[in-house]
């Protein structure tokens, strides 16, 4: 039992850090999901703000048009309008096409269909967790939780097991029998117990060998293990530093729009009393609707960024 016991321990731990890889590769894969997911309402979210643009720019041409066929505006306000309703519609044909490339991504990913993503309802950001703000709690979380600390755990357990194993088969072998034994000696009938041990000495260096290719591995496990920490901070840290980051940008892109859509409202205005012209407006509204892409664009990243962080931590 004695030269067993190592072997049971080095099987244990090997089926343990099989069953971390597994979830390894689980968290790889969820990582993926979501950035194809957000990706897709991103894109699903920017086409629907080109698409009102677009629509706003064939109003301001219409109105433009008569504008100057009733003499109150002049021909080159009919202009920037056409050059706006051109650069609505290249704008309106990348998202589309950004769009159903994101959809596709997304459907071969998980299976989604459109219809999930029809189904969205806008909604306020969720706060970063306060371990975000903690990139040293973070990561010691991390490395308590993270399925490749494990699994490098505990194969370094595995290589310290096989070193046990082949201390003890570097025993020699004891062999001891017992039992009864009768006979003729002599022409005499003989019988007694009988007592029996042999010992098998292995040739000397075998087992050193095999003890030392033990060592050898369970160093080598070591440093994966130690390697594994190393990048699992890493990337720990550099989580909780986005996801704080990209909250902040979400933050500064929402007063962006809030103060291009002020700025937009006030210099048409402008141009309804005469103070402002028409390329002031179409300045105004091109800044606006960029902004308003901006703000969309950096929502969904900081949503990202806080799902990679939950599963960069391991929750």
Known sequence: MLGYSPAVRQAAAALSSAAADEAAAERTERVGAAKVFFAALRASAVLAAREDALA????????????????????????????????AEADAETARADDANARD?????????????????????PLPPPLAGDPEGAVAAALQLRPEVIAAQRAADAAAAAIGSARVAALPPLTVGAGYATGVDSGQR???????????????????ARVDQAKSAAAEANARLAGVKRSVALEVAAAARSLIAADRAAAATLRARQAAQAESNAVELGYRNGASSSLE????????????????????????ADAIFDVEVGR
């Not at 407006?281 to 949503?303: I, K």
Request: charged share 20%; aromatic share 4%.
């Open 56 to 87: 706003l720019a064939h109003a301001e041409l219409n109105a433009a048009k008569t504008r100057y066929a009733s003499g109150d505006a002049p021909h080159v306000d009919v202009i920037r309008a056409e050059v706006a309703v051109a650069r």
């Open 105 to 125: 991504a997304l459907q071969v990913e998980t299976g989604t269909s459109d219809a999930a993503l029809g189904a969205t309802a806008p909604g306020a950001l």
């Open 190 to 208: 003989v019988a007694g117990r009988v007592v029996s041990a042999q010992v098998s000495v292995p040739l000397p260096f075998g087992p050193a």
């Open 281 to 304: 407006v179409a300045e105004a509204r091109s800044t606006y609707e960029q902004a308003r892409v901006n703000e969309l664009s950096a929502a969904y990243d900081a949503a990202l």
